[in-house]
T-cell receptor
Framework: DAGVTQSPTHLIKTRGQHVTLRCSPISGHKSVSWYQQVLGQGPQFIFQYYEKEERGRGNFPDRFSARQFPNYSSELNVNALLLGDSALYLC?????????????FGSGTQLSVL | GESVGLHLPTLSVQEGDNSIINCAYSNSASDYFIWYKQESGKGPQFIIDIRSNMDKRQGQRVTVLLNKTVKHLSLQIAATQPGDSAVYFCAEMVWGKLQFGAGTQVVVTP
């Protein structure tokens, strides 16, 4: 069975551009979460989606947005990129996204902003 | 130029020895905790979890201990192997969102 898949694996952008990252959850999982991991730190929560509805949002600016599609895949969009947005962006899926449920992570998209 | 970043705490352990990784969590209301292993270039991999109604849970070669009094979590790895070399994160579930600790780099030496 495929795990959480993310694309692309690596991406280079310049300041001011926008980026779209994609995630496909584990088959049968209906909830997707996005995390940002800056080098040398633990992942930081950005968004959680369940059944196409946003369930939670972390402390990130409005330049960050996301959505979930009927097939439960998800996109993370970041506008007006800043150098500080350079990070590994991780997608995680879970069955229902309820509290105290295991999250399974993909390998991430490494975003470099120049 | 040289990049500056956070330096993770490092645990150096000899192959075959036991490893103990410690973690302090922040929210006394947290009732679910997970340990993840992250290898270079990969996403965090689930190792073991524990709920707050337990103080110990064992898996294959791993044991998690939870001390709610002092808000402390530990991960014990028995007979550490070269494949255990990675960064280990503890995470607490806070209002449905995982909050990760800073991580510990485990280096297994022959």
């Amino acid at each position: 069975d495929a795990g959480v898949t993310q694309s692309p694996t690596h991406l280079i952008k310049t300041r001011g551009q926008h980026v779209t990252l994609r995630c496909s959850p584990i088959s049968g999982h209906k909830s997707v979460s996005w995390y940002q991991q800056v080098l040398g730190q633990g992942p930081q929560f950005i968004f959680q989606y369940y059944e196409k509805e946003e369930r939670g949002r972390g402390n990130f600016p409005d330049r960050f947005s996301a959505r979930q599609f009927p097939n439960y895949s998800s996109e993370l969009n970041v506008n007006a990129l800043l150098l500080g947005d350079s990070a590994l962006y991780l997608c995680a899926s879970s069955l229902t996204g309820t509290v105290n449920e295991k999250l399974f992570f993909g390998s991430g998209t490494q975003l470099s902003v120049l | 130029g040289e990049s500056v970043g956070l330096h993770l705490p490092t645990l150096s352990v000899q192959e075959g020895d036991n490893s103990i990784i410690n973690c302090a969590y922040s929210n006394s209301a947290s009732d679910y905790f997970i340990w993840y292993k992250q290898e270079s270039g990969k996403g965090p991999q689930f190792i073991i979890d524990i709920r707050s109604n337990m103080d110990k849970r064992q898996g294959q070669r791993v044991t998690v201990l939870l001390n709610k009094t002092v808000k402390h979590l530990s991960l014990q790895i028995a007979a550490t192997q070269p494949g255990d070399s990675a960064v280990y994160f503890c995470a607490e579930m806070v209002w449905g969102k995982l909050q990760f600790g800073a991580g510990t780099q485990v280096v297994v030496t022959p």
